[in-house]
């Protein structure tokens, strides 16, 4: 997986230029990870070693349980079971170091593959227009406007990474503004004097809800 799974072209996740890039960008990893170790792979040892180490979070659970081929999983369970049995009981954890509890090797994966395309984003926004210009015309979520503006802090020079974090932000401030006017504009047609304006214009209608999904 480490060599196929950063093969996902950025453009293909930059083009539709619909909701945050980096969610989209998330979840494609997320069904890739989960189909690779569901095959084939669930029987590779170095996989098998990590997945029995580090298992899965409640939501990747979810996740494998609602896959078609319980068997991998119910192997790949059995191990971890046996993992935590025989090295995690009672409880053990040196500093530093999560319990088995916080830790999900689909998680692991996603992370760090997330983090080696960003850069790679990061570094393109600076040699080839064309992706600069994509990559500004996203409706990023905050958490990863945040993150984006972070890791630029990280793998950029200190010149670049203030470039981009102040473009992304000159986008994002405007977008946060007219959600913003919006949500003002739902909390205000409650009062009598603008009584059904919510119902009539659907950019008031579904405020909160944009609200939300922005934030979360």
């Not at 619909?18 to 069904?31: A, D, F, I, N, T």
């Amino acid at each position: 997986m480490r060599d196929t799974i950063y093969t996902i072209p950025l453009t293909d996740v930059f083009s539709p230029r619909e909701g945050c890039p980096v969610c989209r960008l998330r979840s494609m990893l997320e069904k890739r990870c989960v189909e690779y170790i569901m095959g084939a792979a669930m029987m590779e040892p170095d996989i098998r070693i990590e997945t029995n180490r580090y298992g899965f979070c409640p939501s990747h659970l979810e996740l494998l349980i609602r896959q078609k081929n319980r068997l991998s999983l119910a192997l790949m369970l059995e191990t971890h079971l046996d993992e935590l049995r025989d090295r995690h009981m009672p409880p053990s954890v040196k500093k530093g170091t999560p319990p088995v509890s916080e830790t999900c090797f689909v998680c692991r994966e996603i992370d760090g593959a997330a983090e080696k395309l960003l850069d790679t984003a990061l570094k393109l926004f600076f040699s080839d227009s064309s992706f600069q210009a994509l990559f500004l015309e996203q409706d990023y979520c905050w958490k990863h406007y945040e993150a984006l503006c972070l890791q630029a802090g990280a793998a950029l020079n200190r010149r670049q990474s203030a470039q981009l974090a102040a473009a992304l932000t000159e986008r994002q401030k405007a977008r946060l503004s007219a959600l913003r006017e919006d949500v003002h504009s739902f909390t205000t047609s409650f009062d009598y004097r603008n009584a059904g304006a919510a119902n009539r214009d659907e950019q008031i209608k579904t405020a909160v809800e944009r609200a939300v999904d922005y934030l979360k």
